[in-house]
């Protein structure tokens, strides 16, 4: 790695100059759910440029969080894939990704929303508290990316394309105000927000297993004790 320090003789401080550096961490979003090459990642980070993402690539493989694969097949692509101690940061990225999502609002122009990015958001909402003895399967069409999420007894499935036979098929682009509770099932229906296939009332379930919690509370002024 190089000598970026904090100064610092702490786990935190060592974190931060491990993957603390810009596009790091969306780097490792990326590889959470399968290796991909470069190009792959590149289209994930479309305002990455070439040059970073090498540097970024290049810092997280000598830090043994990335590492490089050849495929077995013909063409011998490479992909980047993480390793043992890299996936251990999955459960602390989908927590900070939780946290975060409570402060987001709407998206402004140029922003993007991929597929894995979609994916992560079910994983990062999902409730297995909720899910104990539940099973159900979602088909989830948002904007023109397919996926579908399979909710087997508190653990979560989620993969790219259609389900058939899911017992719920949601259409809608307003997939994360209705995990925040910002709109209601009965509202997103009335209005027209959302087009569904199969049961309504599994829509209700759905905002119970993927939830957003609500945004915090700016505090007001001075705090005194």
């Known amino acids: 790695?190089?000598?970026?320090?904090?100064?610092?003789f702490c786990g935190l401080a060592r974190a931060l100059e491990l993957i603390g550096e810009r596009w790091s961490v969306l780097v490792i979003r990326d590889l959470?759910?399968?290796?991909k090459r470069f190009t792959e990642l590149a289209q994930c980070l479309p305002r990455i440029p070439s040059s970073i993402l090498s540097a970024r690539l290049n810092e997280l493989e000598q830090a043994g969080v990335v590492r490089r694969r050849v495929l077995p097949q013909l063409d011998a692509a490479v992909v980047y894939e993480l390793t043992d101690y890299g996936s251990e940061l999955e459960?602390?990225?989908?927590?900070?990704?939780?946290?975060?999502?409570?402060?987001l609002t709407e998206p402004t122009e140029g922003d993007t929303v991929t597929l894995d990015i979609a994916m992560l958001a079910l994983h990062t909402t999902f409730?297995?508290?909720?899910?104990?003895?539940?099973?159900?399967?979602?088909q989830l069409h948002f904007g023109d990316m397919t996926l579908h999420a399979l909710v087997d007894d508190g653990t979560l499935k989620v993969a790219e394309g259609p389900l058939p036979n899911a017992d719920l098929t949601i259409?809608?682009?307003?997939?994360?105000?209705?995990?925040?509770?910002?709109?209601?099932?009965?509202?997103?229906i009335a209005n027209g927000d959302v087009?569904?296939?199969g049961d309504?009332?599994?829509l209700t379930q759905f905002t119970q297993l993927f939830h957003i919690p609500p945004a915090p509370t700016p505090p007001q002024g001075l705090t005194t004790r």
Do not use: C, F
């Not at 190089?2 to 100064?7: A, F, I, L, V």
């Not at 409730?127 to 979602?138: C, D, I, S």
């Not at 259409?171 to 105000?177: A, V």
């Open 1 to 8: 790695m190089p000598g970026r320090t904090y100064g610092q």
């Open 32 to 35: 959470l759910l399968s290796p």
């Open 91 to 103: 459960p602390i990225l989908l927590q900070l990704g939780l946290w975060g999502a409570r402060s």
């Open 127 to 138: 409730r297995a508290e909720h899910a104990e003895n539940l099973h159900v399967t979602y």
């Open 171 to 188: 259409s809608t682009t307003k997939l994360k105000q209705l995990m925040a509770a910002d709109l209601t099932p009965q509202d997103a």
């Open 195 to 197: 087009t569904l296939d």
């Open 200 to 202: 309504p009332e599994l």
